[in-house]
C-alpha cells in the first residue's frame, strides 16, 4: 500500500495477556517510530528504529514493552503480561532518513485492556 | 522540561485567518520547527517545518522571529474541516529528542 499499514485496527485483551501489535512502513523508508497516545494527549515516543537497530528505546515504559525490525521493513511491537494502564492507541510512523523530516502515521492499533 | 508552550484550545470562524503560536524558550542551535495535524481517531499529519525567517506551502504559513523562540502557524481562510488538533514540535529529528509531541491546540472552526 502507499501509507503506513498497522494492524489490527483494534485489539481487546485481557489483564496479563500477550499483545503483538504489527506495522507496515511505507517502502524503503529506514526510519520507524512506534507512539502511544492515550485519550486527550498528545503521542507519547516510545522507539525509534533506523533499518534494522533500535537507535532509541528510551521511551519504553518498562520491560514489558518490546520492539523489533529483523528485516528493516516491519516491526512488532510487544507487549507482555499486559494492564489496565496499557490501554492506548499506539502509532507507528515512518521516514525516509531519520532525521528531520515529515513522518508518515498510520492510522494506529486501540488496545484495550480489560 | 516541556520543550515547547501551547495554547489549550482556541476557536474561530470559517473564512478567518487563524494563528498558532507556539514557545519554545530552550531551542537549539540545530532544532527545526514542526507542525503536525491531527484529527479523531487518525495520526498525526504533517503540516510544515522550517528554521527561520518564513516558510510557506499549499495549506499553512510558519513563522519564525529572529530569535527562534517561538514560532506561529498561519492558516489562511479556515474551513470547518481544519477543526483538529495542531501539534508544535521542536528538535533535530531521530529519536526521543526530535520528536517529542506535547499536548497541542485544539483548534474548534465554527461556521
Known amino acids: 500500500g502507499a501509507g503506513v499499514s498497522q494492524t489490527p485496527s483494534n485489539k481487546v485483551t485481557e489483564k496479563g495477556k500477550y499483545v503483538e501489535l504489527r506495522c507496515d512502513p511505507i517502502s524503503g523508508h529506514t526510519a520507524l517510530y512506534w507512539y502511544r497516545q492515550s485519550l486527550g494527549q498528545g503521542p507519547e515516543f516510545l522507539i525509534y528504529?533506523?533499518?534494522?537497530?533500535?537507535?532509541?528505546d528510551s521511551g519504553l515504559p518498562n520491560d514489558r514493552f518490546f520492539a523489533v525490525r529483523p528485516e528493516g521493513s516491519v516491526s512488532t511491537l510487544k507487549i507482555q503480561r499486559t494492564e489496565r494502564g496499557d490501554s492506548a492507541v499506539y502509532l507507528c510512523?515512518?521516514?525516509?532518513?531519520?532525521?528531520?523530516?515529515?513522518?508518515?502515521f498510520g492510522e494506529g492499533s486501540r488496545l484495550t485492556v480489560l | 522540561l516541556a520543550k515547547t508552550t501551547q495554547p489549550i484550545s482556541m476557536d474561530s470562524y470559517e473564512g478567518q485567518e487563524v494563528n498558532i503560536t507556539c514557545s519554545h524558550n530552550?531551542?537549539?542551535?540545530?532544532?527545526?520547527i514542526t507542525w503536525y495535524q491531527q484529527f479523531p481517531s487518525q495520526g498525526p499529519r504533517f503540516i510544515i517545518q522550517?528554521?527561520?525567517t518564513k516558510v510557506t506551502n499549499e495549506v499553512a504559513s510558519l513563522f519564525i522571529p529572529a530569535d527562534r523562540k517561538s514560532s506561529t502557524l498561519s492558516l489562511p481562510r479556515v474551513s470547518l474541516s481544519d477543526t483538529a488538533v495542531y501539534y508544535c514540535?521542536?528538535?533535530?529529528?531521530?529519536?526521543?529528542?526530535?520528536?517529542?509531541f506535547g499536548k497541542g491546540t485544539h483548534l474548534i472552526i465554527q461556521p
Open positions: 510512523a515512518s521516514s525516509l532518513g531519520g532525521g528531520i523530516g515529515e513522518l508518515f
Open positions: 522550517g528554521y527561520k
Open positions: 528504529f533506523q533499518g534494522t537497530g533500535a537507535a532509541d
Open positions: 530552550n531551542i537549539a542551535t540545530n532544532d527545526y
Open positions: 514540535l521542536v528538535g533535530e529529528g531521530g529519536g526521543a529528542d526530535g520528536l517529542t
